[in-house]
């Protein structure tokens, strides 16, 4: 689009006009109009947009190009068979109008350009005004229509811009829904709307076109406000009508806020002013200059739908006395560009604060409070509106009464005592007229009340001051329970004044990611819930009991905690110290020992005299990471779960949190944490981060910065799980055929998927994690386990019956998929064996390591003393039996015995059938001994044999029972 459309139009080839208005090609006539119109589906409206182009666009010179954004067969096959009454172009995606049109526009001829969304329907003759008023005045550079609504009235006159309402920049459609409407006739506006407007091709391309940054919204207003400081005018023409469907396309408000959050970056400091301002004007209300002055702190995130209104009305009722303080909790919009347009043009009425992260609404407050320098705070939220004499009331209670702590408003959006319609039938309505009503009705009436909502609090500085500002554990919400609480406890009482009234929005900080709003809410009630169990020494009060509420609603319920343990005492000391020190909330702790040579059992016993929570498992041996963890989970009581590692430290709110995220969503069944030493995605790789010595201000910071931060994931690592209870009644324990440890954890959380459970990490949560110091302090061969256990991973998930689709709960198998956590319930005398072929009455089992060669002195010794006639078989297991485990095994398996045996060498095959985990004990249910060889899962195997009541058989045994045999032959 390098050329001037102006002059470029003149030397490509012309178009005819056809006999039903639309443009054809001719070599004299060029178009004079390039009409470019963007497409996403919606083939009805499209049609009739096309077909009204066709009836009422009149002799003017034009070209149709249509955009299909994101192709659709049908609409593309329909507009295709247009022929040369359009020209389409396709966008394999959605790119959105902007981009749309500006592609559009490198392919347009005409002097004018006009952009027509695809759900308006052209009245007779619509064209021909706008290319007048066009014509007449070089300096118009665009042209914009009256649009109806279907019913006839008026959608859009022309475009102004109004100030704080509530945005601070708000483009609003004029005579919106007016049957007549005062723009009756042509006039100057700030901007038109991009449904249809016509622009002059030569100052379009001048300043850019549209700008992209913007995705289907007010890209029209910001190409109008760019070609007005430019110098151009922007008319309405009420001459030309379209009746406009309006917002037809999916997803047309999708990026509302972002588009929004563009406009204000851009044009705040641009502006010279605004169209319609109702605050220029207004009187401020009358005050009392004897009143004490407030520092009035307000704390903001992404708080531009309601910060202005916010701050003008401050202005306008209150008085020289107070000074108003705003601590910005590093807005990700354009809340921070605002506030510093504001100081700087009423630098008398703001004192602004920045911070670099979210600290949240607490330390935000505390933040506000250090800059404080008046006797009486008020803590305003930054979606309040407040009224005349709202502060006068509110002190003269203060002041009334002895020993009052607090005093708040009456508002329309609040809980409690403090609700308006509690006072005042006709509640609702315009702020100043319920304000005035209160204090004709109400004034100087107060009641008492156990808790003050926070979105305005009056209190003494000093006092405040002295309880230590707000809590800082208490991120988002909550935070005025516990404020409201403490006074009471100090003996201070709460007083809400029902002669004040403000007006309050409600929830608007979060509404761009309410899930991470809400899962910020529940971990500050986790974790006020969890000071109130330390204060009242295990038992929390209930709402109802402390602040007379029903919506106080923490996760509570007893948590079990798994903690497997061999060696490493002092690494589990410093873990156990970690979990009593940060866990505030009822616990047991079931301490598994497998195998310690080191005195856990005493220790267990010292905790369990200190504590009187803890369960105590011993196991003579290392019985592995699944088979221990199973013990745990069948003897865990809690409404939740967590398999912890005894080699992590773990972190101030690191269960409450991770809490919180399960009761965020009821679809949500595993949740884990960040950390230093993990796989995958819950990496953190930080280099400030220097060990546990750093670990409380690195955890601060961490949290600072990922506050409220989760990811659904398809993998928790087993160092620390954390689980819903209905999550093991479902799918079981972990798969002991893992052995000693590793891809356990995995093959769970793909079993939990199968059975329809998401699964998440907490991004705000960070814990310590030394490390594999079992595998290191053991002398175990790690890469063979992995190895080995990749395998078998591979062998059930990846080479198995299935693979698991994420999120499908049909998937899910009871047979295969769900594992009891009791061993004894795999493993037993009496199951029924797996089929098989008809055995002699002796069968030997082994499961031998086929990349070893232990496996051969059994078949050696097998060979030499048995022979086919003996009523004896020798079963071979390839475990896991995949098609290349088998083919290996075969193959070694007969150059073995080519070299061992005649024709009449004894019976030995192969056993490959795939079998459940929970049914793995019918592998050993039909044999009558078990042959062990050497191999890194002997003593697994081993195990499960023994467990089955099948005695274990060595090569000595061998002989004795090839002896037995020949004596009976």
């Given at each position: ?186 006039r100057d506006v700030t901007a038109v709307s991009g449904a249809c407007m016509l622009v002059r091709a030569a100052a379009f391309i001048a300043v850019g076109g549209f700008d992209e940054r913007y995705e289907n919204g007010y890209e029209d207003v910001d190409l109008c406000l760019r070609l007005g400081e430019a110098g151009h005018r ?736």
């Amino acid at each position: 689009m390098a050329a001037c459309a102006e002059t470029q139009y003149n030397c490509e080839c012309s178009r005819r006009t056809t006999g039903d208005g639309v443009v054809s090609s001719q070599d004299d006539e060029p178009p004079l109009v390039s009409i470019v119109l963007p497409v996403r589906g919606q083939r009805p409206h499209t049609a009739k947009c096309l077909a009204a182009l066709r009836r009422h666009t009149g002799a003017v010179r034009h070209e149709v190009i249509v955009l299909e954004n994101g192709v659709d067969a049908e609409t593309e096959t329909e507009l295709r068979a247009m022929g040369d009454r359009v020209q389409l172009l396709t966008n394999p995606e959605n790119e959105g109008f902007a981009k749309a049109c500006n592609r559009g526009v490198r392919a347009a001829r005409g002097k004018y350009l006009v952009f027509l969304n695809n759900d308006v329907e052209a009245r007779a003759d619509w064209l021909r005004p706008l290319v007048e008023v066009a014509d007449a005045d070089p300096s118009v550079a665009v042209a914009g229509s009256k649009l109806l609504f279907p019913d006839g009235t008026i959608r859009h006159a022309g475009v102004e811009l109004r100030y704080a309402s509530p945005y601070p920049i708000c483009p609003a459609q004029l005579s919106h829904r007016e049957e007549g409407g005062e723009f009756q006739a042509p006039r100057d506006v700030t901007a038109v709307s991009g449904a249809c407007m016509l622009v002059r091709a030569a100052a379009f391309i001048a300043v850019g076109g549209f700008d992209e940054r913007y995705e289907n919204g007010y890209e029209d207003v910001d190409l109008c406000l760019r070609l007005g400081e430019a110098g151009h005018r922007i008319v309405y023409e009420p001459a030309s009508v379209l009746v406009h469907h309006g917002s037809a396309t999916a997803g047309r408000f999708d990026k509302e806020l972002e588009n929004l959050d563009v406009l204000h970056r851009t044009w705040m400091d641009r502006l010279t002013g605004f169209d319609r301002d109702g605050y220029a004007e207004a009187k401020p209300s009358p005050l009392d200059p004897a009143r004490p002055g407030v520092s009035i702190v307000v704390v903001t995130y992404n708080s531009l739908e309601t910060i202005a209104p916010c701050l003008e009305n401050l202005r306008l009722h209150t008085g020289p006395q107070d000074e108003v303080i705003v601590v910005d909790n590093a807005s990700e919009d354009a809340t921070v560009p605002f506030l510093k347009w504001y100081q700087g043009r009423r630098p008398e009425r703001l004192r602004l604060v920045c911070g670099k992260a979210n600290l949240g609404f607490s330390r935000g407050v505390n933040l506000g409070l250090k800059e404080a320098s008046r006797d009486y705070v008020c803590l305003l939220n930054p979606d309040v509106v407040v009224t005349s004499g709202w502060l006068e009331s509110m002190m003269a209670h203060m002041l009334a009464q002895g020993g009052v702590g607090a005093v708040g408003p009456l508002s329309d959006y609040v809980a409690g005592r403090q609700n308006v319609a509690l006072y005042l039938a006709s509640g609702a309505g315009d702020p100043e007229r319920v304000a005035a009503m209160l204090r004709e009705s109400r004034a100087g009436q107060a009641v008492e009340t156990k808790v003050l909502i926070g979105f305005c609090m009056l209190l003494r500085r000093a006092e405040l001051l002295a309880l230590g500002g707000l809590d800082p554990d208490l991120f988002l919400g909550h935070d005025d329970l516990d404020l409201s609480l403490r006074l009471r406890e100090r003996g201070m009482r709460l007083l809400v004044a029902t002669d004040a009234f403000v007006h309050h929005e409600g929830h608007k900080s979060f509404e761009r990611d309410p899930a991470r709003g809400k899962y910020l809410v529940q971990q500050s009630a986790n974790a006020l819930y969890e000071k109130l169990y330390r204060a009242n020494h295990g038992k929390a009060p209930s709402g109802l009991e402390l602040w007379d509420i029903d919506w106080f609603r923490p996760t509570e319920g007893l948590t079990s905690i798994v903690c497997l343990v061999h060696d490493n005492l002092a690494v589990t000391r410093q873990c156990v110290a970690s979990l009593y020190e940060h866990t505030g909330r009822e616990f047991e702790l079931i301490l598994v020992d497998n195998g310690s040579t080191e005195p856990v059992g005493e220790y267990a016993e010292k905790l369990q005299e200190a504590h009187g929570n803890v369960v105590f498992v011993r196991n003579a041996r290392n019985e592995g990471y699944a088979y221990g963890c199973n013990q745990g989970l069948a003897l865990a009581r809690g409404a939740f779960v967590v398999l912890l590692n005894n080699d992590v430290v773990l972190t101030p709110h690191w269960l409450g949190r991770q809490l919180a995220l399960l009761t965020l969503d009821e679809t949500i069944g595993i949740v884990g944490p960040r950390s230093n030493y993990i796989a995958g995605m819950q990496q953190v790789q930080d280099r400030s981060y220097r060990g546990v010595s750093d670990l409380r201000p690195f955890t601060e910071r961490w949290f600072s910065s990922h506050a409220g931060g989760y990811s659904e994931v398809g993998r928790v690592v087993g160092v620390c799980m954390v689980m819903r209870r209905h999550v093991i009644e479902r799918i079981g324990g972990l798969d002991t055929g893992f052995g000693l440890g590793n891809f356990e954890d995995d093959d769970y959380c793909l079993r939990a998927v199968l059975a329809g459970f998401h699964l998440a990490v907490a991004d705000d949560v960070f814990i310590h994690h030394h490390g594999s110091t079992t595998f290191r302090s053991s002398g175990i061969d790690y890469p063979s386990i992995m190895a080995e256990n990749s395998e078998i991973f591979r062998s059930k998930w990846l080479l198995g019956r299935k693979l698991p689709t994420p999120h499908n709960a049909e998937a899910f198998s009871d047979e295969w998929d769900h594992i009891p956590c009791l061993y004894q319930e795999i493993f037993r005398p009496g199951l029924d064996p797996i089929e098989t072929e008809p055995q002699g009455e002796e069968r030997l089992l082994c499961i031998p390591d086929w990349n070893t060669d232990g496996w051969k002195s059994i078949v050696a010794t097998y060979a030499r003393r048995f022979v086919r006639r003996d009523p004896v078989t020798l079963v071979l297991r390839v475990e896991p039996p995949t098609a290349d485990r088998v083919a290996r095994a075969r193959g070694r398996l007969d150059a073995l015995l080519a070299t061992l045996v005649a024709s009449d060498g004894p019976a030995i095959r192969l056993e490959t059938t795939q079998i459940p985990p929970r049914r793995r004990g019918s592998l050993y249910a039909g044999a009558s001994a078990f042959l062990p060889c050497a191999g890194s899962r002997e003593a697994i195997y081993a195990r499960e044999a023994e467990a089955c009541g099948l005695p274990s058989m060595g090569r000595t045994g061998l002989k004795t029972l090839a002896r037995r045999l020949h004596e009976r032959r």
